[in-house]
């Protein structure tokens, strides 16, 4: 009888450790400096949502939108991968962008599933029909207290996978036709960052490392895509030159259905001028 009782604690310890990390979403804040950074965008708060892979957090995506509003976002980036190309749902990913388009303008970049599942078109007009500012190398102007900014976002290599990433990381960012203003880039990749640098972009949002998917505590992640095992990049804010990278651990899951030490997040960037 103790036996069964040990067993059967373990094994609802075991569920329990596995549902919270995998549905217990953390709000991961950061401060971004530059003395680029308009004056009227001193505070700005950006919210960032990467990687949701399909997956509900309540219902109706309710405890996903609640945790977006709290952080009562200026502005909204999603940086790829919405839909997860072996399982596509779109309407889940409409459910959660209904509500965001509600609390403030909404950015979106294609990651790597939604190049992979060929259904571009359709993801694409049924985000811009919400109000969504899908962005395919192009860039746009993002307007606050009688000041802008430039907001751009390149599409995911996948796109082209005969050209090597970085080559189609110039490329692409050639295409957008960048000004001097300040700019932060939605970009789906991070193990690019070396190319996002060389282009002296301001701030880069990406996503698709998962945060190394599972994490081993005081080591890190253990296997990201394009970065292999024990990655470098998989979450929080890198530097480079003058190019600041913000990596997201994202939401969802994809090949491998389990996040270990590792909770879904959303990022919430406050700008600074330094």
Same mark, same amino acid.
């Given at each position: ?6 067993? !059967? ?42 990687? %949701? ?30 839909? /997860?190309?072996?399982?596509? /749902? ?36 049924? %985000? ?12 746009? +102007? ?13 599409? /995911? @290599? !996948?796109?082209? @996978? ?8 110039? +490329?692409? !960012? ?5 000004? /001097? ?5 939605? &970009? ?6 070396? &190319?996002? &640098? ?32 024990? @990655? ?41 001028? +330094?």
């Amino acid at each position: 009888m103790k036996k069964l009782i040990v067993l !059967l604690a373990f094994v609802l310890f075991a569920w329990g450790f596995v549902w919270v990390n995998n549905n217990w979403i953390q709000t991961t804040e950061y401060k971004v400096a530059s003395e680029r950074v308009p004056k009227g965008f001193e505070g700005a708060k950006i919210v960032q949502i990467s990687d %949701l892979h399909n997956a509900t957090f309540g219902k109706n995506q309710s405890f996903l939108i609640k945790k977006v509003e709290a952080a009562n976002p200026d502005v909204i980036f999603l940086t790829g991968d919405l839909i /997860d190309s072996n399982r596509y /749902d779109l309407q889940t990913s409409l459910t959660l962008v209904d509500a965001l388009v509600k609390m403030s303008e909404v950015y979106f970049v294609l990651g790597n599933h939604e190049v992979a599942i060929n259904e571009i078109d359709e993801i694409t007009e049924a %985000l811009e029909a919400r109000g969504v500012k899908v962005l395919m190398n192009e860039a746009t +102007e993002w307007e606050r207290n009688g000041e802008t900014i430039q907001v751009a976002g390149i599409n /995911d @290599p !996948l796109m082209n @996978p005969e050209m090597h990433e970085d080559e189609l990381v110039h +490329e692409a !960012l050639a295409e957008t036709k960048l000004t /001097d203003s300040f700019t932060l880039l939605l &970009a789906h990749r991070p193990e690019v960052f070396n &190319a996002y &640098a060389e282009e002296n972009v301001d701030v880069v949002f990406s996503g698709h490392a998962h945060g190394g998917q599972m994490r081993i505590p005081g080591i890190g992640g253990l296997w990201a895509p394009g970065q292999g095992w024990f @990655p470098e990049l998989t979450k929080g804010v890198f530097e480079k030159n003058n190019t600041q990278l913000v990596l997201s651990r994202g939401l969802g899951n994809s090949e491998f259905p389990l996040r270990i030490f590792n909770l879904p997040e959303i990022v919430v960037v406050t700008l600074e001028k +330094e």
